[in-house]
């Protein structure tokens, strides 16, 4: 789609800092996955109090870490034991976020904060004083060789 100026980067590979080797792409998003992301967070669920009662509640942060990973996920080197790649690019939602269950808690929230730095508006909240991520490889993109 030809969008001009409101044209999207490209996906960048993040390299997780423990484990360079490792790589991470996070592709920026969309109207429909900004949609999506708003839907998730004004939804409501149902939890069971101690006390027996039910009553609405919203997504906990964590839910909200998975699921804009999920919904910013181009592509990863991770594998299995068996040197299987553990998702493909075209993962579902519910598949991303499977994998990330089963990720260090360190690992995800390194992503999270590495789409803070990508996507703004998205991610975990940038620490102060904290510079550009250098484990990110940002693409040239054609607006921006336009620029230059």
């Not at 044209?7 to 969309?30: G, Q, R, S």
């Not at 429909?32 to 027996?52: C, H, M």
Request: with cysteine; aromatic share 8%; proline share 7%.
């Amino acid at each position: 789609m030809k969008v001009g100026k409101y044209a999207l980067f490209e996906p960048v590979e993040y390299k997780f800092k423990e484990e360079p080797d490792l790589w991470w792409k996070i592709k920026p998003p969309t109207s429909g996955d900004e949609l999506d992301i708003a839907r998730f967070l004004n939804r409501g669920k149902y939890v069971v109090s101690t006390e027996g009662a039910s009553r609405e509640d919203a997504p906990t942060w964590i839910e909200i870490m998975h699921r804009e990973i999920a919904l910013t996920f181009a592509g990863t080197n991770i594998a299995d034991d068996n040197d299987k790649p553990v998702l493909k690019e075209n993962a579902s939602v519910s598949g991303i976020e499977k994998v990330l269950k089963q990720l260090p808690h360190a690992m995800v929230l390194e992503l999270w904060e590495a789409i803070a730095e990508y996507c703004p508006g998205w991610g975990g909240k940038k620490q102060e004083g904290s510079e550009e991520d250098p484990n990110l490889e940002r693409p040239e993109t054609s607006s921006q060789s336009m620029n230059n």
